[in-house]
Each structure stands twice: as structure tokens, then as C-alpha cells.
């Protein structure tokens, strides 16, 4: 058998001449100060997505350095290459657009380079799920480092962490009982460290979402960004990735990331109610291993998976909360005769093993309830189908108010999101409480590129009557920090010309959270009138990566990715 081709031996540029080609790679390198002894070394690559436009990777040079240094310690050599960051909040449209373009690269960059094996940086809400798409379908080696979440920060004797709290000051702010000097105050208060998001927002649940997959090492997932521990444990990143650099048979994401551990890592997103986008990422990555999740097993696993962590944006907690309580081993304690034991992890450790393993610290049951006592007795989100959503569509039970969750309304009609910014506030809106709001063409094709935008805001002059939630329903999504009774991803999309884009101003809608269903109450042949004359409103953009996503993306049940780069 022969050895395994590693370090700058890897791919080779050809130009008809190996030894050129290696005698040339060898020269550049040089040109960076590396002796023969470095260039000798296996790799490890450095998957680096630090960016000026990423708040939440603001400490991803420190942490860069310690992979480096766990690698150099162990005998590889590290290497970091760039990548696109996908900062949340300072992307146009959505980061989501450009969630598969990060993927693409992370997957090309990985394949084209010579390394034996790569560590992802990520932590930002798509920047998890675009790297583990990515390594998922370059084959290599891998292993992942997350940003861990910010700390809280404190206003008038509450703490405060983004971004459930920043959506609770914006309502009240909105309906009148938060002045603007003190929303300004509270705009500097909300989000005071790196990291990501205080709360099981997305990028907690991604990180949860990684970690039971086995993608990175046990306990790290609720890490805080600035505590030492997030340094520790990029350290010791570093040391298995240059382990797995080194071995002739390491394991690759394949191995770890299979149907059992998709299907574990979805159980523990029932039961930690995490956001509603992780369903969708956990389908893109699932589907780059040829891996379905089916909405009618995920109900399944609702149905009978409890709530057990007791966080916002559907509890009180925070994350620095739940990783001191037990982190990722405190759920799976409680739901441990539920999940599938045989799935190993990166160090080769079956999730078996770490269950039968003792516990380093007691699990704080305050925040990560046991199974007998928990924060609600099923899992805290849900797929619906019906008439409106033939395809499917995803409501997040645990964080809707109950008495919404059987409901039957007027549909009150939003067109699209600029629709929806020049009337939600017109004091002559004909709309009430009881009314079902419906926004259209905000889904993967439109071209708002389905932003966090399902959170329909409560028109002003509701919410100063003291209205904190409505039905609200769209082919969008919402940030995984929103809380309320939304209905989202409803497939197929507006765009599409599904049942969605059909609704009218006064139709009746039911929604049935217990029947998991959700029904536009029109007689079909009134609905084939309609269908007959829809033509959708939104042009096939001109040119570009946003003409290739618009063309090609799945739909959200498929987990939004393009169809050329799932596994087939």
C-alpha cells in the first residue's frame, strides 16, 4: 500500500511536470520564510472567516493563533487561508443568499489547496452551516472551531443579550412605552462583547447543532467568546487537527456525519427549541451526504422529545447560562434514552460513551430541566401542511402564545416587504387582533433573497393597544432570537405561484398547531380562477451569482441549497 501523498505534495498545479510543479510550489513558499523542515510537515488548514463586516469574529485573531499553536505543537504545520464571512447584520439582502456561495468556496478552497486536513472557523448564524456544507462535500478531513456567544449586558438592573431583548425594547418601543433616549441607551447595552448571540437564537443552535453532530469537540458549543476556555479549546482544536493531518486513515465528515447523528442533532434542536433557520441549515448540510430529513419525522420526534433547556428567547436564561449548567451533556442526560448511541465524533468517541462517561461538573437544573420536569413537555417546533403549505411550513410551538395556536382569521395581505414597510403603520389599516397577517414574496427566489422578515412587526396602532402577537404567516424566515406565533417557510414559495401568492385580503385561514396544519379556507375552484390568472412579480435578476440562486436554490423543505450541489 502506498503512503499517503501529504503536506505541499498535495494536487500538484499541473503543468505537465511534477517535479517543476513541486520544485516551483516549494520556491513561493520559501518566498514566506518557511525552512525545508516546515515545508516538510503535513498541513493543516485554517478555514479563516475574521472580517471588519463580522462583529460576532472580532476575536478570531486570538483564537487563530491558538490553533496555530496546538497544530505546531504537534508536529503540522498551520496555514490559514480566507474565506467570505457572512456577518448577519451588514449583509444586503440576506446573508442567506450568499450562505451557498460561502459553501462553494469553503468546499473548492478545501479541495484545491494542499492540506491534510482543515479547521472551519465559524460562528455567525450561516457561517456554521456553510463551512460544514462545504467540508461535507470536499471529503477531507475536518474539524470546527465555533465563536462561542457574547456575554450579557446590563440595563437598569436587567440583563440584556441580543437579540431576544433588543426585539422586546424595539416592540415596546414601537408601542410607545420605550422613549427614544432610552432606546438609544439601550442600543449600546444590547450586544457589548464578540460572539454571537446571548440567546439559542441560530448561531447557538448551529453551534449545539455542530457539536452533536460530532463535527467539534465535546463541550464547546456554549463556550462564551471571550472566556479563556474558547482559547483552550482552539488549542486543542489545533492539536486534533494536526492528529488527523497526520494519520493515514483520519476520519472525514462522512464518517461522523451520519443519517443517526442528523437525526440526534435534530432531537436536540427539539429540545433545546432552537431557531427555526437550523432546520433548514441541518437539511443543506444533511443533503451535501445524500442524507433527507423528513417533516413527518421530525413531528415524530416532536411529539415526543421534551423542552429541557430553559433559554430565551422561549425561557428566562442566557447562554453563558447553559454552558455553566451542563452544555450540550446536560440535554443529552435528560433525552438520553431517545438518542442514537452509535455515532462517533471527531475524536472517534461514540456518543455512547460520552453518555456513560462521568460528568465533570453536576448539571444545573434550573437551566437544563430533566425530562420529568421540563420547560414544556414536547418539542418546541413543529412542521405544518395543508392547503396553504402542500409542501410544508415550520411554526415554532414553544415560543407562540398558546391561545394562538388554534386560530382561525381574516387574512390581512402584505404583497412584499416594501408592501409591507408603507402600510403596517397607516392608521387607516382595516386589521384587528384576531386577524391573520400574510406576507408574500419573501421566500429563496424573491428578491429579498427570504430574509428574517416573517417577524411581521405589529402594526403601531395594535400595538399601543396592548397587542403582543397575531398569526402571522410567510415563505420567509425569522432570526432564531424572534419569539410569537409565526408561520414560516411556507412551501411552495409566493414566487413559485403556490398556494401562498393566491391569498386575498378577507379569506379565512385555520391554523392547528394539534393537527399540525395550516388551511387557506377557499373553494378550489375560486383557487383555480385565481392560479389561472398568476404571473409572479419578481423578474429573473439580470446577471450573476444572483441569477445562478435564483435559477437553482431548493426550496426551504430541501433546505434552501442549490440543486446541483446536493448529493444524489
Known amino acids: 500500500m502506498s503512503k499517503k501523498v501529504q503536506g505541499l505534495e ?8 511534477k517535479g517543476f510543479a513541486r520544485y516551483l510550489r516549494r520556491s513561493f513558499a520559501k518566498s514566506m520564510g518557511y525552512t525545508d523542515a516546515s515545508l516538510d510537515k503535513p498541513i493543516v488548514g485554517i478555514c479563516y472567516t475574521e472580517s471588519g463586516f463580522n462583529n460576532c469574529h472580532r476575536h478570531f485573531p ?7 499553536r496546538g497544530v505546531l505543537a504537534s508536529g503540522a504545520l498551520p496555514v490559514p487561508f480566507p474565506i467570505m464571512s457572512l456577518g448577519e447584520v451588514f449583509l444586503s439582502p440576506t446573508s442567506m443568499v450568499y450562505r451557498n456561495m460561502m459553501a462553494m468556496a469553503v468546499e473548492e478552497m478545501i479541495t484545491a489547496q494542499p492540506m491534510d486536513s482543515v479547521v472551519l472557523m465559524g460562528g455567525c448564524d450561516k457561517t456554521v452551516p456553510a463551512l460544514l456544507m462545504g467540508a461535507a462535500s470536499a471529503g477531507k478531513p475536518a474539524t470546527m472551531v465555533v465563536a462561542g456567544p457574547m456575554m450579557t449586558g446590563r440595563h437598569k438592573g436587567e440583563r440584556l443579550g441580543a437579540c431576544t431583548d433588543c426585539r422586546r425594547f424595539w416592540a ?49 458549543a456554549g463556550i462564551p467568546a471571550v472566556h479563556a476556555d474558547r482559547l483552550r479549546n482552539s488549542e486543542e482544536t489545533g492539536v486534533l487537527a494536526a492528529k488527523m493531518a497526520l494519520s493515514e486513515n483520519a476520519l472525514t465528515p462522512d464518517k461522523i456525519m451520519t443519517r443517526e447523528a442528523v437525526e440526534n442533532a435534530l432531537r436536540v434542536l427539539l429540545a433545546v427549541s432552537g431557531s427555526t433557520n437550523a432546520i433548514i441549515h441541518l437539511t443543506a448540510v444533511a443533503g451535501r451526504l445524500g442524507i433527507d430529513i423528513s417533516l413527518d419525522r421530525m413531528n415524530q420526534l416532536s411529539d415526543e422529545t421534551p423542552v429541557v433547556v430553559d433559554l ?16 450540550l451533556d446536560g440535554v443529552l442526560e435528560a433525552i438520553k434514552d431517545k438518542v442514537h448511541r452509535s455515532p462517533i465524533n471527531i475524536e472517534g468517541v ?5 453518555l456513560d462517561a462521568p460528568k465533570a461538573d453536576p448539571i444545573d437544573h434550573n437551566v437544563i430541566r430533566t425530562a420529568d420536569n421540563p420547560v414544556d413537555p414536547q418539542g418546541g417546533l413543529i412542521a405544518l401542511t395543508g392547503s396553504l403549505a402542500p409542501e410544508g411550513a415550520i411554526l415554532k410551538r414553544a415560543a407562540a402564545t398558546p391561545e394562538l395556536l388554534e386560530h382561525e382569521g381574516r387574512a390581512v395581505v402584505f404583497s412584499s416587504l416594501e408592501d409591507l414597510a408603507n402600510r403596517i403603520d397607516d392608521p387607516d389599516l382595516d386589521i384587528n387582533a384576531d386577524d391573520v397577517m400574510v406576507l408574500q ?23 399601543r393597544a396592548g397587542v403582543k402577537d397575531m398569526v402571522r404567516i410567510s415563505d420567509a424566515r425569522m432570526s432564531g432570537t424572534a419569539f410569537g406565533t409565526i408561520v414560516l417557510h411556507v412551501t ?70 442549490f440543486d446541483f450541489l446536493q448529493k444524489v
Open 350 to 354: 461514540s456518543l455512547g460513551e460520552r
Open 10 to 17: 498535495n494536487g500538484l498545479t499541473n503543468y505537465g511536470d
Open 172 to 220: 415596546q418601543y414601537r408601542a410607545g412605552t420605550v422613549d427614544e433616549p432610552e432606546i438609544n441607551q439601550i442600543e449600546g447595552r444590547l450586544a457589548t462583547t464578540a460572539g454571537t448571540c446571548a440567546v439559542m437564537g441560530t448561531a447557538s443552535s448551529m453551534a449545539v447543532i455542530a457539536e452533536t453532530l460530532g463535527m467539534i469537540l465535546p463541550g464547546s
Open 62 to 68: 486570538e483564537m487563530l493563533e491558538a490553533i496555530k
Open 441 to 463: 414574496n419573501a421566500g429563496p427566489r424573491s428578491p429579498s433573497g427570504m430574509p428574517e422578515a416573517g417577524y411581521l412587526p405589529i402594526p403601531k396602532k395594535l400595538a
Open 312 to 327: 430565551k428567547p422561549v425561557g428566562q436564561g442566557y447562554m453563558e447560562d447553559f454552558h455553566s449548567a451542563g452544555g
Open 492 to 561: 411552495p414559495e409566493a414566487d413559485l405561484g403556490g398556494p401562498l401568492a393566491l391569498v386575498q385580503n378577507g379569506d379565512r385561514i385555520r391554523l392547528s398547531a394539534k393537527s399540525k396544519s395550516i388551511d387557506l379556507l377557499v373553494p378550489e375552484d375560486e383557487l383555480e380562477r385565481r392560479r389561472a390568472a398568476f404571473t409572479s412579480p419578481n423578474p429573473e435578476p439580470a446577471r450573476g451569482y444572483k441569477q445562478l440562486y435564483h435559477n437553482t436554490v431548493l426550496p426551504a423543505t430541501k433546505g434552501c441549497d
